[in-house]
């Protein structure tokens, strides 16, 4: 294996791991995030030489266990940072007292504290869980690399002066601070399935929805906590389900009328449908059945998924669901019923510059027969478009009105 590919693997894998872990044992935000980075250019200066080890992660996780011990040594001139040496020279500390042994997980509701702001609990997340740039969450959130590190410093700092404790709530706590954790795990799983996004991000979002499912009756027995994390993990299998039919041979995104559905994943569907029974009508729930609507061999139901996104309208009235509302009912009621929805969508400028409602316009305005018109509409779209493969899709639209 590819030195550099192995520390990327290792990375991946690990990095969550170790950060949480040392963060558990230590309390050190800091100190936990500069040992898992230097066990990483670590692995990059000795792997050439000594070869990738058996169990990357193993190696990763003692080497960044044995920085912090090191670091804490120097630095042990008080008894609780000997008692924190003491706790740290354990390789195997076991299920901690509030009975989460994913540190991950309860990572997550830490960084989900309601004292943060709602921004810097998602930055926080993506750069500690996910290990995602900092220049990329910066841009995701319009603004600048130097503004989102002083916004992720301000947040440790929260966290480290407030005294947040570092586990996963319950009772009242646990309800304020669900729908924070699930949004985290959303923005998580979108970040891995955007055409360019990491397919490892989604897989994560996935594995700590289950975990979430699973633990969630010990600490909440509120069916409609349930019902929202049910939701959102069946969402996310019903979309995950098609990522293999996603693109063609030479690369290119298809729709979903394009797609080989022999390519879907049946058990991420079946699992998604089991999911459904007994869901409420919370925001995920309804997504979930939007998704599964979209996840049948037979034409799609939109008049069903119009219903669902006029519920969900109601409950989220934001600028994206009123752009998914208008063209479910564009696709449901005809054009012209998309491009009036959308028209009052767009009234109040918050879609001003996003490429997909453009490119709403520009199908239902094609639809409509104004093809020179959705030509330029699409090209429009594309070049306000993030996603290289998403650009060259729309630029493919926009040729085919031409034509």
């Known amino acids: 294996m590819d030195i550099a590919s192995a520390v990327t693997t290792g990375a991946a894998e690990a990095y969550p791991r170790i950060v949480g872990a040392l963060i558990r044992m230590t309390g050190d935000w800091d100190l936990a995030e500069d040992c898992a980075q230097e066990a990483l250019a670590g692995a990059l200066q000795r792997w050439p030489s000594s070869g990738v080890p058996d169990n990357p992660g193993a190696w990763l996780m003692t080497t960044a266990r044995n920085r912090a011990i090191d670091?804490?040594?120097?630095?042990?001139?008080?008894?609780?940072?000997?008692?924190?040496?003491?706790?740290?020279?354990?390789?195997?500390?076991?299920?901690?007292?509030?009975?989460?042994?994913?540190?991950?997980?309860?990572?997550?509701?830490?960084?989900?504290?309601?004292?943060?702001?709602?921004?810097?609990?998602?930055?926080?997340?993506?750069?500690?869980?996910?290990?995602?740039?900092?220049?990329?969450?910066?841009?995701?959130?319009?603004?600048?690399?130097?503004?989102?590190?002083?916004?992720?410093?301000?947040?440790?700092?929260?966290?480290?002066?407030?005294?947040?404790?570092?586990?996963?709530?319950?009772?009242?706590?646990?309800?304020?601070?669900?729908?924070?954790?699930?949004?985290?795990?959303?923005?998580?799983?979108?970040?891995?399935?955007?055409?360019?996004?990491?397919?490892?991000?989604?897989?994560?979002?996935?594995?700590?929805?289950?975990?979430?499912?699973?633990?969630?009756?010990?600490?909440?027995?509120?069916?409609?906590?349930?019902?929202?994390?049910?939701?959102?993990?069946?969402?996310?299998?019903?979309?995950?389900?098609?990522?293999?039919?996603?693109r063609s041979p030479d690369g290119r995104l298809l729709t979903l009328e394009q797609q080989d559905r022999a390519l879907w994943d049946r058990d991420a569907i079946a699992e998604g449908r089991a999911l459904l029974d007994g869901l409420g009508d919370?925001?995920?729930?309804?997504?979930?059945?939007?998704?599964?609507?979209?996840?049948?061999?037979?034409?799609?139901?939109?008049?069903?998924?119009?219903?669902?996104?006029?519920?969900?309208?109601?409950?989220?009235?934001?600028?994206?669901?009123?752009?998914?509302?208008?063209?479910?009912?564009?696709?449901?009621?005809?054009?012209?019923?998309g491009l009036e929805l959308l028209a009052a969508a767009r009234a109040g400028g918050a879609l001003d510059g996003y490429p997909h409602a453009i490119a709403a316009e520009a199908e239902f305005t094609a639809r409509a027969g104004d093809h020179a018109r959705a030509a330029a509409l699409f090209r429009d779209a594309a070049a306000l478009a993030h996603s290289p493969a998403e650009r060259a899709a729309l630029l493919e639209r926009a040729d085919g009105e031409e034509r």
């Open 71 to 246: 670091v804490l040594r120097r630095a042990a001139v008080e008894r609780t940072k000997l008692q924190q040496l003491a706790i740290l020279a354990d390789p195997e500390p076991g299920e901690t007292p509030d009975g989460f042994p994913d540190d991950r997980l309860r990572l997550i509701f830490t960084c989900c504290h309601p004292a943060l702001p709602l921004e810097a609990r998602v930055a926080l997340t993506l750069r500690t869980i996910c290990g995602v740039r900092t220049a990329d969450i910066a841009r995701a959130f319009l603004t600048t690399e130097a503004a989102m590190t002083r916004r992720l410093t301000r947040a440790k700092t929260k966290i480290a002066q407030a005294g947040i404790p570092y586990r996963v709530p319950q009772g009242p706590a646990l309800a304020e601070r669900l729908p924070g954790v699930l949004g985290v795990l959303y923005v998580l799983f979108t970040n891995g399935y955007n055409p360019d996004g990491e397919p490892a991000f989604a897989d994560e979002a996935i594995r700590l929805a289950r975990l979430l499912r699973t633990l969630l009756p010990a600490v909440s027995p509120a069916p409609e906590d349930l019902s929202e994390v049910s939701g959102l993990l069946a969402l996310f299998l019903f979309q995950h389900s098609r990522r293999a039919a996603r």
């Open 282 to 337: 919370g925001p995920y729930a309804l997504q979930a059945r939007i998704a599964a609507f979209h996840a049948t061999d037979g034409g799609t139901d939109w008049s069903g998924i119009a219903a669902c996104y006029d519920l969900l309208w109601k409950r989220q009235p934001t600028a994206v669901i009123a752009l998914n509302r208008a063209v479910a009912h564009g696709y449901a009621h005809g054009p012209a019923a």
